[in-house]
Each structure stands twice: as C-alpha cells, then as structure tokens.
C-alpha cells in the first residue's frame, strides 16, 4: 500500500515560474525524501528532511515538513524546462535502520519553454 | 565512483515464464532493495537484502524471490509470470548504519509479460 500522496497529480508551468508540490502521509515517520524521476527511468534523490527539521534548502529546492499535519511540500524555484519530470515523496518509518521506502503515486511537472 | 547498474535495459517475457534481474550496487554500499513500479504508479518495495539475507519483504507473493551474493550484488528472480508483473524494476542500494535512509536507485529493467 502506498503511504503518501501528491498532491497535484500533474503541474504545467511556464519557465521561471515557481512549482509546488504537495505530499501527506498517513504514520509517524523518521524521515521524509523527495525522488525525481525522468521519463520512467530510475529515481534521483533530490533531498532528506528529517521529522524533527520543519525546513530545508538545496539550490533551487524548498522542503518543508509538518508532522502535526503529517505533510510536506517542495517547491522549486525558478523553474527550468529540464525540471519536466515526475517528483515522488517517500517516508521512511523504519527508524533510520535501512527501513523500506514508502512511496507515493507522484506528480508529474511539464515546464514549458 | 560507479552508482547502481541493473541488467537487463528491457525484457520481454511470455505468460508463465521466469526471470532474473540484476543489481550492482554502488561502491561502499552493502543493503540491496527491490522495487515493482507500475506504470503511473509509485514504486512499491519488494524486498531488501543484506548480508546475503532477506532483511524485509513487502506485499509481494512468494512467486517473488531474491538472492544476494558476498560482493552485495543482488538478484530478483520471478516465477510464473503473469500480465500484471509487466513494470519497471527498480533496484535501490544503501548503506547498513547510516543515519539515513537515503537510497541510490538505478536506472531500472523494464519487463513486459505478454
């Protein structure tokens, strides 16, 4: 079963514009990941943000995270047309011990030159 | 520093029929997971193994099986395949005793079960 939930299932912008992206999820976790992945090939990991951090920064990516409300978004700024590409939450609840991944359905960014 | 290779690219099974995949994993990293993304879908994890064992398995039947070798390289071998195993298999390798979870995926093997 898969725990997380993006929210929106797809996002069409313009170039520069900003793009945010939802995710909730139903348990307590350990951490919470965001995936890029291109065209179905393998998943690039973009960036970690633990249950106790409410925010975190990485070039042109913005996570938060609210355990109260069990969501986090990304949002990436100044969006580039090699953005386009599907973005995946996933919550690690296996107490940082090589625990599974748990996956949600994505979204799937187009940025439009 | 070599990342996480999977062989084959792509595979085209008959109903019925068996299959490996494989995985490398990448340099210095000793955990193996596997995981079935269907098409639109989210991956779903399969099984992850470490020190040649299988450490934890998800929702998948038991016609789903793994084995990995003492140079932590892994396979996935399936069984009596049926239309719905056709997805993209996707391996992911980590390291025991980091603080994270942060898994390096590879680029996939993509079965299709006709």
């Known amino acids: 079963s898969q725990q997380g939930e993006e929210d929106p299932q797809a996002l069409s912008i313009q170039e520069g514009e900003n793009a945010t992206m939802n995710c909730s999820y139903k348990t307590s976790i350990n951490n919470l990941q965001w995936y890029r992945q291109n065209s179905g090939r393998g998943l690039v990991h973009l960036i970690l943000?633990?249950?106790?951090?409410r925010e975190k920064h990485s070039g042109r990516l913005r996570v938060t995270l609210d355990t109260s409300k069990k969501s986090s978004s990304l949002l990436i700024t100044a969006s580039r047309a090699a953005d386009t590409a599907s973005y995946f939450c996933?919550?690690?609840?296996?107490?940082?011990?090589?625990?599974?991944?748990?996956f949600g359905k994505g979204t799937k960014l187009s940025v439009k030159p | 520093d070599a990342g996480v290779t999977q062989s084959p690219t792509h595979l085209i099974k008959t109903r019925g029929q068996q299959v490996t995949l494989r995985c490398s994993p990448k340099?210095?990293?000793?955990?193996v997971s596997w995981y079935q993304q269907a098409l639109g879908q989210g991956p779903q994890f399969i099984f992850q193994y470490y020190e040649e064992e299988e450490r934890q398995r998800g929702n998948f039947p038991d016609r789903f099986s793994g084995h990995q070798f003492p140079n932590y390289s892994s396979e996935l071998n399936v069984n009596a395949l049926l239309l719905g195993d056709s997805a993209l298999y996707l391996c992911?390798?980590?390291?025991?005793?980091?603080?994270?979870?942060?898994?390096?995926f590879g680029p996939g093997t993509r079965l299709t079960v006709l």
């Open positions: 943000i633990r249950s106790n951090e």
């Open positions: 340099s210095g990293h000793d955990t």
């Open positions: 992911a390798s980590s390291l025991v005793g980091s603080s994270y979870n942060e898994q390096f």
């Open positions: 996933a919550t690690d609840v296996g107490g940082g011990s090589q625990g599974n991944l748990i």
